[in-house]
């Protein structure tokens, strides 16, 4: 299948496959959209373009709201396909023989292909207001939340320069509209777009892509590597290079198939009051300082579509782009992690508060060291409560991990206290960035580790469970309670109660 070209291919692919719902009504992108959206995505309903949105741009919602929304996106059957196609590029190995060479030379060409290509013109530049005409006003930005300071623009794809290497960034970070021609620029701490602002001095050229293709627009949000260039991930997944036009107004390149670009600059140290803001955390940011976006271009199609995305208490639309994030960047944490079977993160925790990881356990002490790795690895070390299970325990099974942490954990032995840096929105440490974490060893403990003789689990023997496979229908008890599913199924309703 050819790549999606940009956000009108998405949506009339979403329009065939029966996921998406016009909605011509006059609705306010003043919280009515929210509470709209918010009932739509928690029913694990259609993506919603809002045709009537008092603008006369329609706004665009609920695009990555459901796994299956989210695999169209990437245009794989799973998520982990997605990421088996960048494992197989991880794990080459000189090929033998001729299939195996072919093989080969078409993984690398899929790297090459990666690569954004520059074309001269872009639909994304139909129109260009500049001076006086730009207007962030002409956007139906939502106010997402009762608390909220302002409308805050909230699916961006925010491009800034290394003022060393001329590498380019790509990050999402929510823009509050502090008036028509500016905002403030959300990136926290930790991330490469601050680092870049960081690096420049006096005045630094900042663009802002507004509805992309949907494969661009989530690679915004992934936590790649500092001089890794999101677009060349976009690139990668999509199967073809990302196309690029130069901006009007700034020395950056921008996505020519873009909706909306919004071009101009941050002043080194103009801060403004930022927030608050209804977090993904499920609580409001208090205000804090942050850097100022003067937009002195804006380029759109004739028609463009603003793109949005309401976040708030898990679960929320950006599960799923979380979700891609976790299947998509698993055999890049193998790479350094190799005992690393399987992890989750789960939504409850906000990605970043929790992270339950299955591992192969050769040695005493390795659920520490595979701690102290994720607590180590790129924005993973922000992870507050690290759980680690043995190989064979699913970790997208809550219950299932729950019961091995109940049982395997002696407190005084597989506690782990630690500390380090926090993530930006987390309320709870004394302290902003920087506090505890704790890791909990739930793996099977041998003698070297202080622990008496394992014990065996449950299971009942093969040839018992044959035999009553067998004779089921003798019993006469129906077919309603057979197999392992039945069995989960009769526990949760247990575990209910
Ligand atoms: C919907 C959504 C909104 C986000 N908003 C912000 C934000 O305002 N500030 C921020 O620093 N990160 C935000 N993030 C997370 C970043 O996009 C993510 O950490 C990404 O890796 C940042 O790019 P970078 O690694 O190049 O810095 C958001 C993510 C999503 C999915
Ligand atoms: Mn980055």
Known sequence: MAALRDLREWIALLEREGELVRISAEVDPHLEITEITDRVVKAGGPALLFENPRSSHPLLINQFGTERRMCLALGVESLDEAGERIGEVLEMQPPEGLVEKVRGLKKLKSIADSQPKGVRSGPVQEV???????????????????????????????????????????????????????????????????ADYL????????????????????????????????????GFLRGEPVELVQAKTVDLEVPA????????YIAKDELTEEGPFGDHTGYYTPPEQ??????????????????????GKPPAEDAWLGKATERIFLPAIRMSVPELVDYD??????????????????????????????????????????????????????????????????????????EGPLDHLDHAPTRQFYGGKLGIDATHKGPAEGARPWPEEIRMSD?????????????????????????REALRQLLRR
């Open 128 to 194: 260009v207001l500049t001076g006086d005409e730009v207007d962030l006003g002409l956007l139906p930005v939502q106010t997402c939340w009762p608390g909220d300071a302002a409308p805050f623009i909230t699916l961006p794809a925010v491009i800034t320069k290394d003022p060393r290497t001329g590498g380019r960034n790509v990050g999402m970070y929510r823009l509050q509209v502090l008036g028509p021609n500016a905002t403030a620029m959300h990136w926290q701490i930790h991330k490469d777009g601050r």
């Open 345 to 418: 993160l789960p939504v409850a925790g906000a990605f970043h508060n929790c992270c339950l990881v299955s591992i192969r356990k050769s040695y005493p002490g390795q659920a520490q060291k595979v701690m102290h790795a994720i607590w180590g690895l790129g924005l993973l070390s922000l992870t507050k409560a690290v759980v680690v299970v043995d190989e064979w325990v699913d970790v997208h099974d809550y219950e299932e991990v729950f019961f091995r942490v109940c049982a395997n954990v002696d407190p005084q032995r597989d506690i782990l206290l630690s």
């Open 290 to 311: 942050f850097p100022v976006f003067h937009v002195e271009a804006m380029t759109m199609r004739r028609d463009a579509i603003y793109p949005s995305i309401v976040v």
């Open 199 to 234: 690096l420049a001095d006096g005045r630094m050229d900042v663009a802002v892509a507004l509805g992309l293709d949907p494969v661009t627009a989530y690679t915004a949000s992934a936590p790649l590597p500092k001089h890794v260039d999101e677009l060349m991930l976009a």
């Open 463 to 487: 040839e018992v469970r044959r035999l009553v496979d067998e004779r089921w229908g003798e019993y006469g008890i129906g077919d309603a309670v057979v197999g392992d599913d039945g069995r």
């Open 257 to 264: 198939n873009a909706e909306i670009v919004l071009e101009g």
